[in-house]
């Protein structure tokens, strides 16, 4: 029998089964395969309002509730409504009549929250009111939440007494209804004429070179893990503690691929599976190639296989040879600077984003000898919040070198501290306190203290103090200096860097 898999056709025995097909292709155990046999496409209605306004259009996302069900009842009568009054807390709009009934209790309602009022307690002066601030309020009906404003949220910020709502329509979502199902089971059957997919392939935006950064180092262990899915599209939030700046905005059509680029949730990756409104809060990061049925049907907590169209271009950890000829193979030359022999190994590139490296068409490698980089093993187990800071300050989160400043360095002292970030330190909580902080201990000094964030090296035992000169309260121990300590502390002075990585134990 025949089969696609990943646009290639294959042929099997009979009884053969899906692992045969995937032996070979681009996959990770456990992941998510899609199978199709056919397609055709359906409309239909989404729990989204569009709410087209004087001032613009927004959506409001239906709460599967009463109160939900009671606005569709409505909606035909509250078209054309104006808005009433415009306050700091909220925006009204009626007045129209319902049967609701009447609660004097106060309730909390948050930004964007959509919900009933009462106008003097009575049912017949109903209205919709949109939150504007967080607020707690008794408005007669109770929660009277009906949704959520999810798009057009800036349309708020405008409205002004008089403004009306024109029309208030369903959004109609075109899904695709193939005959596709998707199975994380290697023993499924083939059958013949099937069609697989075992990987998502995306398209990366070059306008938007951070977020494709970000996405090429959320996705290089080779698969992703789905946070979030909904009827418009899933999400992974794999890696959101980031800064990511507004790149490029645009319509988020169906297989978009975007990047959160601030509040909550900042680095959240988002595969849209209908079409949704430009919002500046999401950079166009790129466009799903393949494995769109995979998409189509994840759901939160699987496991998908990724792909990217370029590699990512990092040659840090390499030596000056190998990375040269990575940088080759993509069109770029290589500047080296430092130790420049073959064998010395690149701790710093610039630039070190791909998307800017293949603008530049050139790349800039500084190499040291092997023994200048010094070996750490951390404690994930134990310190996972401090191990979390420490990957952060030095960048082994995100490549495989990682750099230290130094804070302070005396000869004779019995340690050597390093540069943190305040800010990120102030949300690390005490861990395990030390009975004996041991030479070659990491230590950051935690919330409790005012240098929080601050980091250090032990280099003789104690008692009484941490790596960074605090007591056992103050100090998050998270791994261990693995390297020689008398070669990391011999001339060291403030200012100076050392590189570092990790080892497993």
């Known amino acids: 029998m025949k089969v696609i898999i990943n646009g290639k056709e294959k042929e099997f025995p009979a009884k053969a089964t899906l692992g045969d097909a995937v032996a070979g292709e681009r996959y990770v155990k456990d992941s998510l395969i899609s199978i199709s046999l056919a397609s055709s496409r359906t409309k239909e209605q989404t729990d989204d309002l569009e709410l087209e306004t004087t001032k613009g259009k927004m959506i409001m996302h239906l709460d599967e509730s009463d109160d939900a069900r009671v606005w569709l009842d409505v ?24 049967k609701l009934k009447v609660s004097r209790e106060p309730r909390m309602y948050r930004r964007y929250d959509c919900f009933f009022s009462l106008g003097g307690f009575d049912n017949d002066t109903t209205y919709m009111m949109i939150a504007t601030d967080d607020h707690k309020w008794a408005y007669g009906a109770g929660t009277g939440r009906i949704g959520r404003i999810t798009s057009g949220r800036h349309v708020i910020s405008s409205l002004r007494e008089g403004d009306k709502i024109l029309s208030i329509r369903p959004v109609i979502s075109e899904r695709s209804s193939e005959n596709t199902i998707v199975t994380k089971d290697p023993k499924h059957p083939l059958d013949d004429g099937m069609m697989i997919e075992t990987f998502v392939k995306v398209l990366l935006n070059a306008n938007s070179p951070m977020s494709s950064e970000h996405f090429l180092v959320t996705a290089e262990k080779g698969h992703i893990t789905i946070s979030d899915a909904t009827g418009s599209y899933v999400a992974c939030s794999d890696n959101t503690d980031v800064q990511i700046e507004n790149e490029r905005n645009s319509v988020r059509e169906e297989d978009t691929v975007t990047i959160r680029n601030t509040g909550e949730g900042t680095g959240r990756i988002l ?235």
């Not at 190499?367 to 750490?376: L, N, P, Q, S, Y």
């Not at 943190?420 to 919330?447: H, M, S, V, W």
């Not at 005012?450 to 998270?478: A, F, H, V, W």
């Open 271 to 505: 595969f849209y599976k209908e079409r949704r409104q430009t919002v500046p809060a999401h950079n166009d990061t790129g466009t799903i190639e393949q494995g769109k049925g995979i998409i189509a049907h994840a759901a939160a907590g699987d496991i998908v296989t990724m792909a990217t169209d370029i590699e990512r271009i990092l040659t840090i950890g390499m030596e000056q040879s190998e990375g040269q000829k990575l940088l080759e193979k993509n069109g770029i030359k290589q500047i080296r600077t430092g130790d420049t022999s073959d064998d010395s190994i690149i701790v710093e590139q610039e630039p070190e984003w791909t998307m800017h490296a293949i603008k530049s068409k050139e790349a800039e490698t500084f190499g040291v000898r092997k023994e200048r980089i010094f070996d750490v093993s951390l404690d994930r187990k134990n310190e996972a919040a401090s191990v979390h800071y420490f990957e952060k300050i030095t960048g082994l989160s995100h490549k495989p070198i990682g750099t230290m400043k130094v804070h302070f360095a005396f000869k004779g002292m019995p340690m050597v501290t390093f540069e943190g970030d305040e800010e990120r330190g102030k949300a690390l909580y005490p861990g395990t306190e030390f009975k004996k902080c041991k030479k070659g201990e990491i230590g950051i000094t935690n919330q409790s203290r005012p240098n929080c964030g601050l980091m250090g090296i032990r280099l003789e035992d104690s008692k009484q103090y941490g790596p960074t000169g605090e007591e056992p309260y103050g100090t998050n121990i998270t791994g261990t200096f693995k390297g020689d300590l008398k070669k990391l502390s011999d001339g060291l002075k403030e200012g100076d860097i050392i590189y570092v990585r990790e080892v497993k134990e």
């Open 75 to 98: 909606v035909n009568d509250v078209r054309e409504i104006g808005a009433r009054w415009i306050t700091k807390n909220i925006a009204a709009f009626g007045s129209f009549r319902t």
